[in-house]
T-cell receptor, first 113, second 115 residues
Framework: TQLLEQSPQFLSIQEGENLTVYCNSSSVFSSLQWYRQEPGEGPVLLVTVVTGGEVKKLKRLTFQFGDARKDSSLHITAAQPGDTGLYLCAGRLEGTGGFKTIFGAGTRLFVKA | DTGVSQDPRHKITKRGQNVTFRCDPISEHNRLYWYRQTLGQGPEFLTYFQNEAQLEKSRLLSDRFSAERPKGSFSTLEIQRTEQGDSAMYLC?????????????FGPGTRLTVL
């Protein structure tokens, strides 16, 4: 069974704090996406990482893909209340049967003003 | 292009009724996906289309569920004889179907409540 585990499941922090969210699997991904989802809405793409060891930055968000392409992290610097939401990672697996995208259960972040 | 759209955004129905949802993908995207998401979980794959061909179906997709993409553009997902356990957010996504990453872009979802 291919699983994508996210941690922590829930995080409540004060505005201005830093945080890191982790996404881990035993599977090797050809690419991995991070999405942010607000209540009642669909996930919105933040970034796609492809190469092992790749680091991408999006303003105060830093995404890293593990060297072995099995794990990823999302680091937020100086969190703001607008960062509140559900952060999902999704890994793309390719094999002889075609491809498959699996999602983690998400990390729910709440940033208090 | 305004992205992936879904209709309706919300649907409340009584158990046993049939419901149909529509998804309009990004216009140049060849692949279209349906997912189901319940509270506190990530999206679970249901099925996907490459143009008009339905290429994969999850075992989550019981025989009460059917999806079509007749002209390779919009898609419909129908649930027959709805059950309370069908209550969830139904998400549609599309992707180009070419290129290395083939990143999926999601619509706003249809929230189904079965009473």
């Amino acid at each position: 069974t291919q699983l994508l585990e996210q941690s922590p499941q829930f995080l409540s922090i004060q505005e201005g704090e830093n945080l890191t969210v982790y996404c881990n699997s035993s599977s090797v991904f050809s690419s991995l996406q991070w999405y942010r989802q607000e209540p009642g809405e669909g996930p919105v793409l933040l970034v796609t990482v492809v190469t092992g060891g790749e680091v991408k930055k999006l303003k105060r968000l830093t995404f890293q893909f593990g060297d072995a392409r099995k794990d990823s992290s999302l680091h937020i610097t100086a969190a703001q209340p607008g960062d509140t939401g559900l952060y999902l990672c999704a890994g793309r697996l390719e094999g002889t049967g075609g491809f498959k995208t699996i999602f983690g259960a998400g990390t729910r972040l709440f940033v208090k003003a | 292009d305004t992205g992936v759209s879904q209709d309706p955004r919300h649907k409340i129905t009584k158990r046993g009724q049939n419901v149909t949802f529509r998804c309009d993908p990004i216009s140049e995207h060849n692949r279209l996906y349906w997912y189901r998401q319940t509270l506190g979980q990530g999206p679970e794959f249901l099925t996907y289309f490459q143009n008009e061909a339905q290429l994969e179906k999850s075992r989550l997709l019981s025989d009460r569920f059917s999806a079509e993409r007749p002209k390779g553009s919009f898609s419909t997902l129908e649930i027959q004889r709805t059950e309370q356990g069908d209550s969830a957010m139904y998400l549609c996504a599309s992707s180009p179907g070419t290129g290395g990453t083939d990143t999926q872009y999601f619509g706003p979802g249809t929230r189904l409540t079965v009473l």
